[in-house]
């Protein structure tokens, strides 16, 4: 029976010799991932299990990125508590100034490779899709039964197909593709079902590119987004996986429970307006609107390309009086990058404040929080009420090339306007 | 296993992890504490609701977002025993199953319960019964019931050790 990219995946990762959608299963993990948030909260919950080892270190990572570096007392002490559980038990640790955001890390890392299922305490896991992984994110207790057995239960998920076609136009990125899928499915339409991204438009994306697309899988409530294993991959691989791996591919003649079509040559930049990934217009369509600050970075909007994109704009302008803006390059590696080419010093020179890596304020952790009242426009996943500060705070979620544009304009305006 | 309380109604769609536990409170492991926030961005005086053994009902797509842990862990140290709600997020669906506060699709007895409604939930059966009226909700898997009657994923994985 010709199967999809994830039944193939998972029927690789569980001990039964047949599946269908809506089995449910037990999936080995190949990578078991937490963070500062989730970490400690899952701790606790696998010594409640009784269990005092995990089942295999070198599959463990644990990244100290969300209250990274620490708020307050409190949160430092939970850096801590990560610190020293990683180091009692002998995983992969990434501390303050060493790696970054979780999913940039593991991705640079070499620890995600095609085929592999990846599991993590943080709903982007989704992320690691853009490697032909099955990346999926869970809760804690899900994270400590992972750490403890190496295993999670999964229900056997539906595909929907994305059919990617034309060329991208100038300032269109994987941000506005994966905007454009999220509002044809809306921020349910994904549920029990795991996107996959084929077609010319799919396959003449970077991989940062496709970090973008997959990273918000989940804003349209889907397990996961995959992009088959391609010689863009494997480019990106050589050198760098850790484990040997195959490329994995949906059979001819598998079936999906939808198919979207994106055309690249009738696509412009889109914008989520408050307070929903979902609320999907084009940025022509509501220019003008006034913003206090913008906010460059996150797991899936935060690398080189993205810092590339935004320094051509800021180069020799400067952001606008009345708007504060922010860059926060997603790993150790992207900011030594864009020090080696000189990008930093543009976004100095325009007024903007570089960051350490640290998912701060994309989730209003910290680092750039937002007052009652303001508005921003960010390259990150999530514009919920309340996500980066205040309630009364409105989220704008584009690219970086329309967000360094409404940092130098004071407001939403197209990118081709500025530049 | 038999599930009751009385109904506590949030209402509205595709009510997020965010507003539910707001992430400037996620620093902490311990649920005595996460109990503290919840609803916090969404109404904190909804937490005055929360008398007894509650049962929460929701409309679509309820808890979206975040991964985050806290907001069942919160749900659960509020003495809420169960939640009753027309569809779910994904991750929070299951969160709630491994900490055993399942969460139950019944869009029928969402839409017939209000404030203080007497909720039973019959796990087994599937059956939610509002004030009386009993409503035959989407049935769960056995393997999720089997965790659910251990008292989660922990009991559970506690026993598969064992
Ligand atoms: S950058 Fe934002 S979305 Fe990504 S892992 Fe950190 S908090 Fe989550």
Known sequence: MPRTLAEKILLAHCDADDIAIGDLIMVRCDIVMANDVSGPVAFRAMAEMGIEKVFDPDKVIMVADHFMPAKDAVSAAQQRRLKEWSQAHGVHFYDQGRGGIEHTVMVEEGFVVPGAVVVGGDSHTCTHGALGAFGTGLGSTDIAAALAFGEFWQGVPATILVNITGEKRRFVTGKDIILAVIAQTGVAGGTDKVLEFVGPGAEALSIDERLAVANMAVEAGSETGIFPADETTRAYLEGRARTAWEPVRSDPGAEFAQTIQIDLDGLDPLIAMPHLPGNVERVADVTGKKIDQVYIGNCGNGTITDLRQAAEIFRGRTVHRDVRAIIVPASQRVYRQALDEGLLGVFVDAGLIVSTPTCGACFGGGNGVLAAGEAALTTTNRNFKGRMGSGEAEVHLANAWVAAAAAVAGEIVNPADVL | ?162
């Open chain 2, 1 to 162: 296993m038999i599930l009751s309380g009385n109904a506590v109604c949030v209402r509205g769609d595709n009510i997020d992890t965010d507003v539910l536990y707001p992430g400037s409170y996620l620093n902490t492991e311990d649920p005595q504490r996460m109990a503290l926030f919840l609803f916090e961005g969404l109404d904190p005086k909804i937490r005055e609701e929360l008398v007894g053994d509650t049962v929460l009902v929701v409309d679509d797509n309820f808890g979206s977002g975040s991964s985050r842990e806290h907001v069942p862990q919160a749900i659960r140290a509020n003495g809420i025993t169960c939640v009753v709600g027309k569809t779910f997020a994904r991750i929070f669906y299951r969160n709630c199953f491994n900490l055993g506060v399942p969460a139950i699709v019944c869009p029928e007895a969402s839409a017939a319960a209000t404030k203080g409604s007497q909720i039973t939930v019959d796990t087994a059966a599937g059956v939610v019964t509002v004030d009386g009226q009993a409503f035959q909700a989407k049935p769960i898997p056995p393997f999720m019931l089997d965790m659910l009657t251990a008292g989660g994923l922990v009991p559970w994985s506690r026993r598969r050790s064992a």
